[in-house]
Nanobody
Framework: QVQLVESGGGLAQAGGSLTLSCVVS????????MGWYRQFPGNQRELVAL???????NYADSVKGRFTISRDNAKNTVYLQMNSLKPEDTAVYYC?????????WGQGIQVTVSS
């Protein structure tokens, strides 16, 4: 089993910043990918950013240049620095862990950006 605990969401003004954190614990393989998805009301979850243990990254086009993903492998923690926030970034953000055999999700954290 793998557990993911997210923190750092909340309310921000347009143009502002927030940082999300996700601590991953349990049966973690060293070769893994951690990252973030988000879900708008009535929609499916969509990719925000992913990062492998080796440092490879993948970003959604909508957040490139504004969001930065990073991770601390020693702490099994992944971060999402969100700058230049827009009202359309308002969503529930989910932390995701996967390795060769399994995918786990966090419980989700609300991010609300006011105009």
């Amino acid at each position: 089993q793998v557990q993911l605990v997210e923190s750092g969401g909340g309310l921000a003004q347009a143009g502002g910043s927030l940082t999300l954190s996700c601590v991953v614990s349990g049966s973690i393989f060293s070769a893994n990918t951690m990252g973030w998805y988000r879900q708008f009301p009535g929609n499916q979850r969509e990719l925000v950013a992913l990062m492998t243990n080796g440092g490879g990254t993948n970003y959604a086009d909508s957040v490139k240049g504004r969001f930065t993903i990073s991770r601390d492998n020693a702490k099994n923690t992944v971060y999402l620095q969100m700058n230049s926030l827009k009202p359309e970034d308002t969503a529930v953000y989910y932390c995701r862990y996967n390795d060769y055999s399994k995918i786990y999700w966090g419980q989700g954290i609300q991010v609300t950006v006011s105009s």
